[in-house]
């Protein structure tokens, strides 16, 4: 079959940051990827089309895909752009009502049949690679079988089935890896200190988390068991991408990398023997390192690192669920500085509980270390999966659920809780005004400007969208 997967663009979705997201999170879509080599591997021609990379809107998008005349698309969608994924998929029927259309990705896995709109076809919940060749060979057999593949949703006559979600992939060696070439690489450029703005590739070493944040479902979406490739599969992999494309910086985007430290350990010391010159980089949590593994690691070429600080209040981090101390965060902060390591961090407002005098507290608390180059503030929002919609659909700890429309559930461009008595609109003027200050000193604002550009950073700072 002739198949084409489909990302559609997201940097939009960012407000004031799209600036930024534009110049350097441009982030290849690995799912759609790893689909492709299965895809590919099971005999059919597959095409990728990723709408961010080549800033498309959605119409643009859906007449390129019309353009190329695929038999069955795939679209993939987190919650703040499944709107995209339905305007793609819903030219596509209106121009091309033939074209299979299939749906896949966090939001349709949590929400199922609420999201299961008339223009999709298909849908697959949670993790799809168990069960994509069957899903192609049912299709290319007129349908026949798809009733008995976990994970598919689909229609019969007026009622939908659902089957519920696909299974976990038990051991991720056995994947593929990503249809590299099927992506336009130079699309795909980030900073590295010292060099400017590189090429670059995304990984996943591990899949799974065993923490209960309230405002994240990753451990929903992956289990909460933690499923981790082989040290040497991932070298195998770097060691690829670098020959074949050179690409010489990693992006690692497990939520937390460092979980398994002696699976780190072993990768730096293959790393370091294969001699790729390759620096990389990763997200963990401030416990989890200490100056040993943070020493190995820049020795096999790690050059940056951020960590979720989520807020200033201990009352808050307990509320959330973060289960970290600040003095873990001064910790581990002083440690990059020591060891020359570039160290970002990620920082939210509008958690359950909290007032603006808590938000401030986070304001002070991140211009109190000097280490932290660079750091976004979002605005907590209650996707669906995490405990935070939970609480939010309940009315507690302060919060009240204002809106379900999902297009409007972005981190940098809106709100869709009220907190404590503070509006959407309130909490959209309080991060404007606490970006302004949080990055009001020498080192963070020329740190920001090297990474993402005079314009950007400034667009960003003053909230401008």
Not at 28 to 39: K, R, T
Not at 221 to 236: I, M, Q, Y
Not at 270 to 285: F, I, K, M, P, S
Not at 366 to 372: A, D, F, T, V
Request: net charge positive.
């Amino acid at each position: 079959m002739r198949l084409l997967l489909v990302q559609p663009a997201w940097s939009d979705t960012h407000g004031s940051f799209s600036a930024m997201a534009k110049r350097h999170a441009c982030v290849p879509p690995l799912g759609i990827g790893y689909l492709a080599s299965l895809a590919r591997k099971a005999g059919h021609e597959v095409m990728i089309l990723d709408a961010e990379a080549e800033r498309l809107t959605d119409k643009q998008a859906a007449e390129i895909i019309l353009a190329r005349k695929p038999e069955v698309v795939g679209l993939s969608a987190t919650t703040p752009i499944y709107h995209k994924a339905c305007n793609i998929a819903r030219h596509l029927k209106k121009a091309a009502p033939q074209i299979i259309t299939i749906i896949g990705g966090p939001h349709i896995s949590v929400l199922g049949e609420e999201a299961f709109f008339p223009c999709f076809d298909l849908a697959v919940r949670g993790e799809a690679e168990m069960i994509f060749a069957s899903l192609l060979q049912a299709l290319e057999e007129g349908g026949r079988g798809l009733d008995a593949i976990p994970g598919v949703m689909l229609r019969r006559g007026q009622k939908v089935l659902d089957q519920g979600w696909g299974p976990k992939v038990p051991d991720l060696d056995t994947l593929p890896f990503p249809a590299w070439d099927l992506y336009d690489m130079s699309a795909y450029l980030t900073h590295v200190r010292g060099k400017g703005l590189v090429p670059y590739a995304t990984m996943n070493f591990t899949r799974g988390c065993p923490f209960k944040c309230v405002f994240c479902a990753a451990s929903v979406l992956e289990g909460k068991k933690l499923r981790g490739r082989s040290p040497r599969n991932v070298v195998a992999e770097v060691s690829y991408i670098k020959e074949k494309f050179n690409i010489s910086h990693i992006c690692f985007n497990d939520s937390t990398l460092t979980l398994r430290p002696d699976l780190i350990k072993e990768f730096c010391s293959l790393l370091l023997a294969a001699n790729l010159q390759v620096t990389w980089e990763g997200w963990t949590r401030a416990n989890l390192v200490d100056e040993e593994l943070l020493s190995i690691m820049k020795n096999a070429g790690f050059v940056r690192i951020s960590f979720g600080i989520e807020t200033g209040s201990p009352r808050i981090l307990k509320l959330i669920r973060k289960e970290v101390s600040h003095e873990d965060i001064r910790r581990v902060y002083r440690l990059t500085g020591k060891l020359g390591i570039e160290a970002t961090c990620s920082a939210m407002m509008g958690h359950p509980g909290e007032t603006e005098a808590d938000v401030w507290e986070t304001v002070r608390f991140i211009r109190s270390i000097p280490e932290i180059e660079y750091s976004p503030l979002s605005i907590a929002v209650p996707y669906p999966g995490t405990e935070l919609y939970r609480l939010a659909k309940r009315g507690e700890h302060g919060l009240k659920l204002l809106s379900e429309d999902y297009s409007q559930y972005l981190r940098y461009a809106g709100g869709v809780m009220q907190v404590n008595g503070m509006s959407p609109k309130y909490l959209r003027k309080l991060q404007k005004k606490a970006l302004l200050w949080m990055h009001l000193t020498p080192g963070k604002i020329m740190s920001t400007i090297r990474r993402f550009g005079f314009r950007a950073t400034i667009r960003a700072v003053l909230g401008k969208s």
